[in-house]
Every structure is written in structure tokens, then in C-alpha cells.
């Protein structure tokens, strides 16, 4: 079984095609999980459209405190043992969900897998071939601390990261991050260099290439970050103790 979780906002211009491309690679025994946080659209008549004819698909309110919190509600919901990340206006490519679980397959220790993404524009035009070469994405967290390259797009991981990932701190940069730096320290992560997922860039896209953050900024949230995932990894040992001593 796999959990797919997506968070949705105001996306009524490209969320059909985002589902359509989704749900023909589900069984009946997934889930695709939307957290809509607050849309004043038409995104829930259109989630709701959907959800009718696709058993698989559960809808819920989210928290209304932006897009980490939203992808966290989410998150909380799965129950498949690979849970994939899905933005609202991208496009899957109909070989991502088999390839993916055939890499986890193939590396038990991993736990989680990036695929590469095309860019492209509004009509899904490519203006950028290989996410993973024009971000110079690699594996390791000294590397993406400085420049991170876990896109929430391309990502799946393991349920049993869920516990390290879960509560997700109010002052990451982005989730994504935070799952992908923590993947790195629970057990490895690995890039497939195969494009899976047209990256839909847009004038109401929620999330940026390039980010526009002060250096500063920048500094710190990397600092910040930093002392987050020693902290996290400091309670899961503990709770490990706690757990052999009893």
C-alpha cells in the first residue's frame, strides 16, 4: 500500500490534471490524501468530483496555517508504508509511482527517494530538462544544508520515518527539507535521475526555484535547522532508551 499527500490552496487552474495523472497509477487498496487548507475557489467541488468516483481519495480541513502545517495534516493521515508528496498543479509522469517503489525495493537501508523533475511552464512547456542538474541537486546534509536540492515534488519516503519527521518545527525553511535532511541521518537517501514529474511553474506557485531570502536569512534558518535535526535525533534516542530499559 501507498499513501500519496497532497496539499491543496486556491489550485482550481491545474488540480484535475494533477489528479488524473495520480490516481490511473493507484490500486484500490491506496490512498491520495488532500489536506485543503481554506480554498475559496472551486478546488473543493473539484476534490469533491473526484472523491466520488476514486474510494481511494479522503479529503480533510486543514489546519489553515500554511503549507508545512498543511503537508504535516496530511502526513499525520498516512498509513502506507511509501508515502509520496504531491504539489497541486504538477503533472506525474505515468511510470513514477512503479519506478519509485521498484527503487525502494532494490534498497531496503533507503529511506528516501527523490526523483528528478522537469520544468516546465503554465502549458507544460520544458524550460528546464533536469531539476537535479540545474539545482546541482546531491545526496548528503552538508550539501543540502547549504544548498538543498529535496524537492517535496519529486519525493517519497518510508512510513517508519514518520515518527522522526512528525511534529514538523514551526521554523523549518520548508518540509521537504526537513523529511529529506532526516531521511540522510535515519538511513541514507538517493536521487533517481530519471524525470518523473513536470514541474509546473506559474504566477501563484507557493514554493520557489531560487529562493529571494536575505543571506541572513538564509544563516539562519541553516542554524536553525542544524539545531533541529541534533534535537530530533537526541529525543528519538532517548525515547529508544527509555523504550530497552523498560
Not at 72 to 100: H, R, S, Y
Not at 152 to 159: D, E, L, P, T
Not at 229 to 234: A, F, G, T, V
Request: positive net charge; aromatic residues 8%; hydrophobic residues 40%.
Amino acid at each position: 500500500m501507498i499513501s500519496v499527500c497532497m496539499a491543496t490552496y486556491n489550485g482550481e487552474r491545474y488540480l484535475a490534471s494533477q489528479l488524473d495523472s495520480i490516481l490511473c497509477q493507484l490500486n484500490s487498496d491506496d490512498e491520495l490524501i488532500v489536506s485543503d487548507d481554506g480554498s475559496v475557489d472551486q478546488t473543493l467541488s473539484i476534490l469533491k468530483k473526484y472523491a466520488a468516483q476514486f474510494p481511494q481519495m479522503h479529503i480533510m480541513k486543514g489546519p489553515g496555517k500554511g503549507v508545512i502545517a498543511n503537508f504535516e495534516k496530511a502526513i499525520e493521515q498516512a498509513q502506507g508504508e511509501i508515502i509520496f508528496l504531491a504539489d497541486q498543479d504538477d503533472v506525474w509522469l505515468p511510470n513514477k509511482v512503479a519506478t519509485t517503489c521498484a527503487a525502494f525495493a532494490s534498497s531496503p537501508s533507503t529511506q528516501v527517494i527523490v526523483s528528478d523533475l522537469m520544468i516546465v511552464d503554465q502549458q507544460l512547456q520544458v524550460l528546464e530538462p533536469s531539476f537535479f542538474r540545474y539545482r546541482k541537486a546531491k545526496t548528503g546534509v552538508g550539501h543540502n544544508l547549504l544548498k538543498n536540492g529535496y524537492i517535496g515534488a519529486g519525493m517519497a519516503f518510508k512510513k517508519q520515518l514518520k515518527s522522526l519527521v512528525l511534529p514538523i518545527p514551526t521554523n523549518v525553511p520548508m518540509h521537504d527539507m526537513w523529511i529529506g535532511l532526516l531521511g540522510e541521518l535515519a538511513g541514507g537517501n538517493q536521487l533517481l535521475w530519471q524525470p518523473l514529474t513536470l514541474y509546473r511553474r506559474h504566477d501563484q506557485n507557493v514554493s520557489e526555484i531560487r529562493t529571494n531570502a536575505s543571506r541572513w536569512q538564509q544563516l539562519n534558518w541553516r542554524l536553525t535547522l542544524l539545531f533541529l535535526l541534533i534535537k530530533r535525533k537526541m529525543r528519538r534516542k532517548s525515547k529508544r532508551n527509555n523504550f530497552t530499559v523498560l
